[in-house]
């Protein structure tokens, strides 16, 4: 009978020290293997070229190291790059790259579709199928910075949690591959240059405020009306502004980080003053910035991104009251690389 094999990327590095310790052998073998798994990102024991042949070759008999897979690469003419992401399980998520000028970010996914209900949103028709694992979203990662150094000649510089799925709705998970992402036996990047983006889950932002977490915080709001906002987005009937207002305020209370805003103007949607008045009122309490981003279409549906005037008005009205305001065009539209358009459309 064969012992089921478990994955060695959910052990610790301390884990990993007494599976060679129980062995009889070295504890600092475990850093070594540890090292081969996350900085070096193997795929097989066999790449661990200073551990024994014997011993990779027992490692090979209780552990198996579950790897994602590009499936599918698209680029896009403005330079996007959309990536099918095929998990062990061969369930699909994507990522993309995103490169600027100067930039290259990384979008990435969080669950295998999504938990919420949001009506622009073409992951939300997926449902949700599972949560993804912290190797699985760091590896995504990787993957990412290794296209942006083949391509771009540059290593990545940016990574935001805008792909599939809420990622405080697997916000544990979410953590630990940023705290992977962030160490020095990861990719030793800076918190600062990650951004998480919720549509806004009061509980767990709390809980982020209390845990002291680095990285920033963008809440996707599209509405600060709630009736408008529960059409839109139905969960925030559980969730309503009031509450999602006062985490907000308790996590700029603790960190003292701005809150970015993601907010996209629909015409006879939100593109009223009433609606803008709501807004300036709703980020009042704390320094904030709205990113007005383009509607990418996701069907021949209700939505319909409003015309530049109804953007300028909301421009115009925000800087007013002292918020700051950019305005995001979309990037990757022509290979449905962009917010919202992540459905795995090409299967
Ligand atoms: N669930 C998280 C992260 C994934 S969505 C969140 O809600 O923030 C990433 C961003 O894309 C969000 O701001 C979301 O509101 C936006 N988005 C979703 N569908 C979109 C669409 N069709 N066009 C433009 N932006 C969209």
Same mark, same amino acid.
């Given at each position: 009978m064969s012992v089921k094999k478990r994955d060695i990327r959910a052990l610790s590095k301390e884990e990993i020290r007494e599976f060679f310790l129980d062995l009889g052998e070295q504890a600092f073998r475990g850093n070594q293997v540890y090292?081969?798994?996350?900085?070096?990102?193997?795929?097989?024991f066999e790449e661990m070229t200073n551990i024994s042949k014997e011993t990779r070759q027992l490692l090979s008999e209780h552990f198996i190291i579950n790897h994602v897979a590009v499936d599918q690469l698209q680029r896009s003419s403005d330079g996007t790059i959309k990536n099918a992401i095929?998990?062990?399980?061969?369930?699909?998520?994507?990522?993309?790259?995103?490169?600027?000028?100067?930039?290259?970010?990384?979008?990435?996914?969080?669950?295998?579709?999504?938990?919420l209900d949001?009506?622009?949103?073409?992951?939300?028709?997926?449902?949700?199928?599972?949560?993804?694992?912290?190797?699985?979203?760091?590896?995504?990662?990787?993957?990412?910075?290794?296209?942006?150094?083949?391509?771009y000649d540059r290593p990545l510089s940016n990574i935001v949690f805008m792909?599939?799925?809420?990622?405080?709705?697997n916000y544990r998970n979410v953590l630990k591959a940023i705290e992977k992402i962030t160490s020095p036996e990861g990719l030793g990047m800076s918190p600062k240059r990650i951004t998480v983006s919720t549509s806004g889950v009061p509980k767990i932002i709390k809980k982020m405020a209390d845990e002291?977490?680095?990285?920033?915080?963008?809440?996707s709001l599209h509405s600060a009306i709630d009736q408008k906002r529960t059409e839109i987005m139905p969960f925030n009937a559980k969730m309503p502004l009031a509450a999602l207002r006062e985490a907000l305020q308790y996590w700029y209370s603790k960190t003292r980080n701005r809150i970015t805003?993601?907010?996209?103007?629909?015409?006879?949607?939100? @593109?009223?003053?009433?609606?803008?008045?709501?807004?300036?009122?709703?980020?009042?309490? *704390?320094?904030? &910035?709205?990113?007005? +981003?383009?509607?990418?279409?996701?069907?021949?549906? @209700?939505?319909?991104?409003?015309?530049i005037a109804a953007i300028d008005r909301?421009?115009? *009205?925000?800087? &007013?009251?002292?918020? +700051?305001?950019?305005i995001r065009r979309s990037r990757g539209q022509d290979i449905d690389a962009a917010c919202g358009q992540l459905a795995n459309k090409s299967n």
């Open positions: 090292e081969w798994l996350w900085q070096k990102s193997a795929h097989r095929r998990l062990h399980d061969d369930l699909l998520v994507e990522s993309v790259l995103i490169p600027t000028d100067t930039r290259s970010t990384a979008c990435v996914s969080s669950q295998v579709g999504c938990s949001c009506k622009f949103c073409a992951t939300a028709r997926l449902k949700r199928m599972r949560n993804l694992n912290p190797d699985e979203i760091y590896d995504q990662v990787v993957a990412i910075d290794r296209q942006s150094r083949l391509y792909g599939m799925g809420e990622p405080l709705m002291g977490v680095k990285f920033n915080l963008a809440v805003y993601e907010y996209v103007v629909w015409e006879g949607i939100n @593109d009223k003053t009433e609606d803008i008045e709501a807004l300036i009122r709703f980020c009042r309490f *704390a320094p904030s &910035k709205v990113n007005l +981003i383009e509607y990418n279409p996701i069907d021949e549906g @209700d939505f319909r991104q409003a015309p909301y421009k115009e *009205a925000l800087e &007013k009251a002292g918020i +700051i305001v950019t």
